[in-house]
């Protein structure tokens, strides 16, 4: 018994040392602290704007705005941020000339000379960002014999592996199916919805296996899936709806069980990958049943939820954080809809990237990533019309790329968040500020400071009773670094 107490104390003690490693005695007095901005009317983004040293300070008073960091206090660990290599971007960068190509993969995956992607989300088969709906087999295959991804070879896989070489391989990919082949369907139309008939569902669990050894086989390695795009909107485009006993059940008899037994029990499924407003339903249906939950590693969520009117459902990812903890929150999509050439510098789309950014995160969520990682002059290729906003732009007959105020938003996270980082304690005194913190493995904190008003803001940032003081202008975005 003393012997087993000992081990026990023992293995506690390192748990807890190696949870608490990063923020143990850290000091912020002397520490200099260097500001980024982004600025809504101004030519900054990502600007180095200031440098700092924390100070000596005393309690803010009520009619001091300050922001409240605390590293003690830790959270979840944080995995990445990145973006979807649909079919689209891949086509509209290989119309790239060669210098904007490596302008463009620079401007994601790199972390010096830009935000540093680590993430990335794709199709399996297409989407309606492809330029036409296709599969990998051919009609009726049912035991996929004809199973090819040729048709990637063109422009995907030569763009996701330009990624993957940027990142010096530490790109984590996952893939999404948005609906299986049409002769699996009861509606036999990869469009518009249907759902998976039962007598496929041992087939398509297989198809998801053969994609992932499909992609290996070109090293291109998989880290993930989710079970199904937005299973609950029948779309004009690729879709196939699922309630939450079909995908629990799926999931349960069928998809986990060939994972483990083609040996990829390893790759990590994600489930409902759909809007935050139905996800705690969708959390305690799957979560619940334990035959079902032992194979998801986590849930996604989109950010289309508003389409109803309303206001985004941030708590409703506290609901699930709290009900599960065992279980990973990750975003899985969102981009600003209604593509308009004259909307570029549209700032309320890069407020909604800051705005969701910290409130997931702050709510638990591990990773986030964004849609297309690339469209053209308007906002596709997508087949059937569906054309959006994406961080970058391209103009196809000039060469030129757009970056527009979202690429700078998101930048301020990830170019500075690294994997593994530690989420902690960050609150603001007022409404007017948005605050997350993040602790990275090399002990330096990043706090994210987003300014929603009309108003340039005076604020100070505390950590215990040392504190610097800055201002922020109006619909901005600050990253702190120290």
């Known amino acids: 018994?003393?012997?087993?107490?000992?081990?026990?104390?023992?293995?506690?003690?390192?748990?807890?040392?190696?949870?608490?490693?990063?923020?143990?005695?850290?000091?912020?007095?002397?520490?200099?602290?260097?500001?980024?901005?982004?600025?809504?009317?101004?030519?900054?983004?990502?600007?180095?704007?200031?440098?700092?040293?924390?100070?000596?300070?005393?309690?803010p008073l009520e009619n001091e705005i300050s922001v409240f960091v605390n590293p003690q206090k830790t959270f979840q660990t944080f995995m990445g941020i990145g973006g979807a290599i649909t079919d689209a971007a891949a086509e509209v960068f290989a119309k790239l000339p060669k210098d904007k190509q490596d302008e463009f993969l620079n401007s994601y995956y790199s972390a010096e000379k830009g935000i540093g992607y680590n993430i990335a989300r794709l199709s399996i088969h297409s989407c309606d960002f492809s330029s036409a709906s296709f599969t990998?087999?051919?009609?009726?295959?049912?035991?996929?014999?004809?199973?090819?991804?040729?048709?990637d070879k063109e422009f995907r896989i030569p763009l996701i592996k330009k990624a993957i070489e940027r990142t010096g391989s530490n790109l984590k990919i996952y893939a999404s199916?948005?609906?299986?082949?049409?002769?699996?369907?009861?509606?036999?139309?990869?469009?518009?919805?249907?759902?998976?008939?039962?007598?496929?569902y041992d087939s398509w669990a297989?198809?998801?296996?053969?994609?992932?050894?499909?992609?290996?086989?070109?090293?291109?390695?998989?880290?993930?899936?989710?079970?199904?795009n937005e299973p609950m909107a029948t779309q004009t485009w690729e879709s196939c709806i699922y309630a939450a006993e079909e995908e629990r059940d799926f999931l349960k008899n069928h998809l986990g069980p060939t994972m483990e037994r083609e040996g990829l029990g390893d790759k990590k499924i994600i489930v409902w990958d759909h809007n935050r407003d139905l996800i705690t339903d969708r959390a305690n249906i799957i979560f619940s049943d334990p035959e079902a939950s032992k194979y998801a590693w986590g849930i996604g969520f989109h950010w289309y939820e508003t389409w109803a009117g309303g206001e985004p459902m941030f708590d409703n990812l506290s609901n699930v954080a709290e009900s599960f903890p065992s279980k990973n929150l990750i975003f899985t999509e969102g981009c600003a809809e209604s593509f308009r050439s004259d909307h570029y510098e549209y700032w309320p789309?890069?407020?909604?990237?800051?705005?969701?950014?910290?409130?997931?995160?702050?709510?638990?969520?591990?990773?986030?990533?964004?849609?297309?990682?690339?469209?053209?002059?308007?906002?596709?290729?997508?087949?059937?019309?569906?054309?959006?906003?994406?961080?970058?732009?391209?103009n196809t007959k000039t060469g030129e790329l757009i970056y527009t105020p979202s690429y700078y938003y998101i930048g301020h996270f990830?170019?500075?968040?690294?994997?593994?980082?530690?989420?902690?304690?960050?609150t603001a005194s007022r409404s007017h500020l948005l605050t997350t913190s993040f602790i990275n493995e090399d002990r330096t904190i990043v706090t994210v400071i987003m300014n929603q008003s009309d108003l340039s803001i005076n604020y100070r940032?505390?950590?215990?009773?040392?504190?610097?003081?800055?201002?922020?202008?109006?619909?901005?975005?600050?990253t702190l670094v120290y």
């Open 414 to 426: 990830s170019k500075f968040v690294r994997a593994n980082a530690k989420r902690v304690s960050s």
């Open 1 to 59: 018994m003393k012997n087993k107490i000992t081990f026990t104390t023992l293995v506690f003690a390192l748990f807890f040392s190696v949870g608490d490693l990063y923020s143990q005695n850290f000091t912020a007095e002397g520490r200099l602290v260097t500001v980024y901005t982004t600025a809504e009317g101004t030519d900054l983004r990502l600007t180095k704007t200031n440098q700092l040293i924390f100070a000596d300070a005393v309690q």
């Open 461 to 478: 940032l505390y950590i215990g009773r040392n504190a610097i003081e800055e201002t922020i202008p109006p619909h901005s975005m600050q």
């Open 177 to 200: 199916p948005w609906s299986p082949p049409a002769f699996m369907k009861s509606n036999n139309n990869m469009l518009r919805g249907g759902k998976l008939l039962p007598e496929y």
């Open 206 to 228: 297989t198809y998801y296996t053969k994609f992932i050894k499909s992609y290996e086989a070109e090293n291109i390695p998989i880290w993930g899936i989710t079970v199904q």
């Open 136 to 151: 990998y087999i051919e009609e009726n295959d049912k035991e996929l014999k004809t199973f090819s991804i040729e048709h």
């Open 349 to 394: 789309n890069a407020e909604r990237y800051g705005k969701s950014m910290i409130n997931d995160f702050n709510r638990g969520t591990v990773a986030w990533t964004d849609w297309n990682i690339l469209l053209d002059e308007i906002g596709g290729p997508n087949h059937v019309g569906n054309f959006c906003f994406a961080p970058v732009h391209a």
